[in-house]
């Protein structure tokens, strides 16, 4: 009998034990390197005087109170965009096709990663990127209109540095960063930088054909007056 209630106890602890230690589990937070961990539910004031309702995890892990706060969790990975713009007007008035590839994230980094809370926080991951997405091309556009087709399809990657600029404001107003943008392809439906290129190329070979024939002009006026030389040595000689 005594073995029975020594064996029942025992049996009853370990259920105890079990129960507090899935209890515990469940209260754990553990926030992966790649994401961040917003824990929402008890009201907080910030450094700057501000009172918010959440708390926000960056790695490591923490407890959460049963039934009072809820926890949530952002992506923080790198994703590549492709932006492209169809008609996008440049100075001039001539319509531009450009493509372009970014890298853009959710910012993890104050204060930016309050932004992205506020604004991002339960949105799938394909809207937040569509936003992004959406807002780079609106850039792509602003910036078109302060240059010409030259500019634009000579110098991309000052193209591409003035369009970081543009956009970099925006997206960290949504919470999100830009790590980097590549201008790929630059054409236009009316062949404006063709005829562009074509031209500088017939340039190009006038100036080749220009400087070709100063040069043989120049070795037939030096082969001239050597002959001369040699003429009159010989004169002098005889």
Do not use: W
Request: aromatic share 2%; with cysteine.
């Amino acid at each position: 009998m005594d073995l029975a209630v020594a064996a029942a106890m025992g049996a009853v602890f370990l259920g105890i034990l079990l129960a507090i230690t899935i209890a515990v589990k469940t209260l754990i937070v553990i926030c992966l390197p790649n994401e961040m961990v917003v824990i929402t539910g008890r009201r907080r004031m910030m450094p700057d005087g501000r009172e918010i309702g959440y708390r926000i995890l960056r790695g490591g892990r923490t407890l959460r109170i049963p039934l009072i706060e809820r926890v949530s969790r952002i992506d923080l990975r790198t994703i590549p965009i492709e932006v492209a713009v169809r008609n996008a007007y440049s100075m001039g008035g001539i319509p531009l096709l450009v493509q372009g590839i970014a890298n853009v994230k959710v910012s993890g980094r104050d204060p930016t990663s309050h932004n992205a809370v506020e604004r991002l926080l339960d949105k799938p991951f394909g809207e937040v990127m569509q936003i992004a997405k959406d807002t780079l091309e609106g850039n792509l556009r602003g910036v078109l209109a302060t240059l010409t087709p030259e500019e634009v399809n000579e110098d991309r990657l000052k193209f591409a540095q003035r369009l970081i600029e543009e956009a970099d404001e925006d997206l960290r107003k949504l919470g999100l960063e830009l790590d980097t943008l590549k201008i790929q392809n630059v054409t236009d439906e009316v062949n404006y930088l063709g005829s562009i290129g074509r031209q500088k190329t017939a340039e190009i070979l006038k100036i080749s054909r220009v400087a070709e024939a100063q040069r043989d002009a120049e070795a037939e006026q030096t082969e001239a007056a050597s002959r001369q030389a040699a003429q009159v040595a010989s004169l002098q000689a005889d």
